[in-house]
């Protein structure tokens, strides 16, 4: 089996396409080719500009192949990616979409979401948001991730990591093939048709995708919301003394107890669509001789559940009752009745056209020109009909780069990239709703949306000197500068030397800069408000890594990183705004193991990170990343210190495979650091001075760790067909707090139903 074969390179890195140039010319099969020969063929890598060889690449890098998404079931890229990739962690978001973050490192706005190579992220608010919920993966050949700082290669946003998606095309699939996928219990439903067909006149065809879904998710006693607070059961009492706005008004809420499933009727399904639009991808691609043009659309979103405060008390309860106030009482009003509290999403569409061409100028001079526009129109809703945020992105992006080869020791690249973004008031894209001024923004100022258009532009130019020293040496020394409309000049350089001691052992140690430019958003309005240019985050990085291809069935790999400088740009709760925070220093340990035979495939990874500073630029600034400067603990609070994942997969015979993946984050201690600083402190609300705390005494369940299981079995009983079941987050059938996901910034968590899903794949 093709997957078989390539993960045997799997804890190194892979070959980022299928088919790459032979020294005849002719195209190659990589399927054909051993391991040896597949170790040694320089290809265009994800992790580097200059074309290598897999055991060179100087990164951490995992490649996920479309036979390991079709083995892991995965509903949504969120899910893939946690089973796959070795310390990347995923959370839930209460005010926002869910995020993912790796080694230490949170949030969607600190790593870059890529599909065939073009940058996919939203520059306005959020960063990476669309592909990553939608639960269609068939157009997907494969994923490549690279982990750790990137922005050298591929610029601001890339200070965690990079995710490349790589779609099929007519050279890597051929034919037509219908996927129909369906879930219980946590229920969707999904088909996709892909469609391949190759030119006989010329190098390269047509390629087709559709898919669309319609996501249900799993209600509230399958997937239980948990808050950390008892919920008051009190209703408006005039005795009370004091502001009633402080003081009087308190939800009812029946009782509520810490560690209970809170089973309001208005909890929403986890999982649940944005405004119930159906999910939908549409990809076409047309590759011919040198040319590559392919354009792609999607469609997505998920509902969230409330944060504790917005149900159990002011503001935001507040806010959520003042409708069903009886105001003949004033200045004490009663309930009139026990209110809902409605829905709150987000949703977005995206829509990309991109052209490339490859120019050979001479045997050793090629230049590659792409130009791509993309438009991304998102909304955020508060209520059941209520757009808080609503905003639309255009980019046209040029890019040329020049690759160069003078001689054996020798390559280099050089280019440059120039990205022009119109920003500002919400398209007309999605229907019914019209966008309203928020509460707490003044709509003359406000960046997302309720404001004129205005435009961005960025300019970088970027190279790349790879040296081969001899045999045994080689050195890789690169540099990117990046000139945006609200920022000075960035510059993100990178250096590593790769040494290959024996025909088994690699060693690789890589130092790198990597920065991110603040929201577009939030640049406008410091810029508007007289602050001038903004400060980037900036992540200095050292790495150290060992592979070793012990023999042709067992695979090693470790690394050993420092992340000795992260200036980190972040949320502030003093200021409701993303603002320079502090400086977070981390360091952390990774192991990987493959072992893979004909028949049997096992991959374990197992991370440790550890934070061992964290200084704030103000004394006063709250932040949700830890607690340490508070003085409580030394740990991340958002992060497991240690995971561990396991994948296995057997083939029983020619018709059955079984496969498994197994995911423990071993613990929180630092959200029981964050939960103490909570509890024992009033924290500061840029909006209303002072929030109370939402966590009871004792109760640390939050802290404790996450554990997901999930079994499959594959059945082929014929070359065209494939039927497919998985059972996911199997240990929730006895414990569905051992399911638990928690969320970012708050102290609650939601369990993931333990529920099953089956397939069939079809080819014509």
């Excluded at 009727?265 to 047309?286: F, M």
């Excluded at 502030?572 to 400086?583: E, F, H, P, R």
Aim: aromatic letters at 12%; charged letters at 20%; a negative charge.
């Amino acid at each position: 089996m093709l997957l078989l074969t390539v993960m045997a390179v799997t804890v190194c890195s892979v070959p980022t396409y299928a088919q790459e140039q032979g020294s005849s010319g002719q195209k190659t099969d990589l399927t054909e080719l051993s391991i040896d020969e597949l170790m040694n063929i320089e290809v265009a890598s994800a992790a580097t500009l200059t074309k290598t060889t897999p055991r060179l690449v100087p990164s951490a890098m995992t490649t996920i192949t479309a036979e390991q998404i079709k083995a892991s079931g995965a509903r949504s890229l969120f899910e893939l990616l946690d089973i796959y990739v070795p310390n990347l962690q995923w959370i839930r978001h209460h005010w926002e979409a869910d995020q993912l973050g790796l080694r230490g490192v949170f949030g969607g706005n600190k790593y870059l979401l890529l599909v065939n190579g073009r940058v996919m992220n939203e520059r306005t608010h959020y960063g990476a948001l669309s592909e990553r919920d939608l639960v269609m993966l068939a157009d997907i050949h494969h994923v490549d991730i690279v982990r750790g700082p990137g922005s050298a290669l591929y610029g601001p946003g890339a200070v965690s990591m990079v995710i490349n998606i790589v779609t099929y095309n007519a050279n890597t699939f051929k034919g037509t093939e219908i996927t129909s996928r369906l879930g219980a219990i946590e229920e969707f439903y999904s088909s996709e048709l892909k469609h391949g067909q190759p030119f006989d006149d010329s190098d390269g065809g047509l390629f087709l995708y559709a898919g669309m879904g319609d996501y249900k998710g799993a209600d509230k006693h399958d997937a239980p919301q948990v808050y950390g607070v008892d919920f008051p059961t009190e209703q408006l009492d005039p005795s009370l003394t004091g502001d009633w706005w402080d003081d009087a008004i308190i939800l009812p809420s029946d009782g509520y107890q810490a560690g209970h499933p809170f089973l309001h009727p208005s909890v929403s399904n986890d999982g649940e669509t944005h405004r119930n639009l159906a999910p939908i991808k549409l990809h076409a691609e047309i590759t011919r001789d040198n040319w590559d043009i392919w354009t792609r659309y999607t469609r997505g979103g998920k509902e969230f559940v409330w944060a504790p405060r917005v149900i159990t008390q002011p503001p935001f309860g507040w806010l959520n009752i003042w409708p069903y106030l009886d105001w003949s009482t004033w200045p004490y009003p009663h309930l009139d009745s026990v209110p809902p509290v409605d829905s709150y999403s987000s949703g977005y569409q995206q829509l990309t056209a991109y052209i490339g061409y490859k120019q050979e100028l001479t045997e050793n001079i090629d230049v590659d020109y792409a130009f791509s526009y993309d438009m991304f129109d998102f909304e955020r809703i508060i209520g059941t009909d209520e757009v808080e945020d609503a905003f639309r992105e255009d980019e046209y992006y040029g890019k040329a780069l020049l690759q160069w080869q003078p001689n054996d020791k020798h390559k280099v690249a050089f280019g440059g990239e120039i990205s022009h973004q119109e920003l500002g008031l919400k398209s007309p894209g999605w229907p019914d709703i019209s966008p309203r001024t928020s509460a707490f923004v003044d709509s003359s100022t406000n960046p997302l949306g309720l404001m004129p258009r205005w435009s961005t532009n960025l300019y970088s130019i970027l190279g790349e000197w790879q040296l081969t020293i001899n045999d045994k040496w080689t050195t890789f020394a690169g540099a990117r500068l990046d000139d945006h409309t609200f920022t000075d000049w960035m510059f993100s350089p990178r250096a590593a030397i790769v040494h290959t001691p024996t025909d088994k052992d690699t060693l690789k140690l890589m130092w790198s800069r990597s920065v991110r430019a603040n929201y577009d958003g939030e640049m406008k309005a410091n810029n508007a408000a007289g602050g001038g240019n903004s400060k980037p985050e900036k992540l200095d990085s050292v790495e150290l890594r060992y592979e070793r291809q012990h023999n042709k069935n067992f695979d090693l790999a470790a690394s050993l990183f420092v992340h000795y400088n992260l200036a980190l740009v972040d949320w502030s709760q003093n200021d409701m705004s993303v603002i320079s925070v502090g400086t977070q220093r981390e360091y952390g340990l990774e192991f990987e193991a493959s072992y893979h035979t004909d028949t049997t495939r096992l991959l374990v990874s197992h991370s440790f990170t550890k934070l061992y500073h964290f200084s704030l630029d103000d004394p006063s600034l709250v932040t949700f990343v830890t607690a340490e400067p508070y003085g409580y603990g030394d740990d991340l609070a958002n992060w497991s210190n240690h995971i561990t994942k396991l994948t296995f997969q057997q083939k029983l015979n020619a018709q059955w495979i079984f496969d498994a993946s197994l995911r423990i984050y071993w613990g929180f201690p630092g959200l029981k650091d964050m939960s103490k600083y909570w509890l024992y402190n009033t924290v500061p609300d840029g909006y209303w001075g002072t929030v109370d705390p939402l966590i009871k005494p004792g109760w640390e369940d939050n802290s404790r760790g996450n554990y997901y299981l999930n079994l499959g079995l594959q059945y082929k009983p014929s070359d065209d067909l494939t039927i497919g079941i998985t059972g996911y987050n199997l240990l929730g059938i006895f414990d569905k707090e051992l399911n638990k996901r928690n969320y970012w910034g708050d102290l609650d968590y939601r369990s993931h139903a333990a529920a099953v899903g089956v397939w069939v794949e079809y080819k014509f």
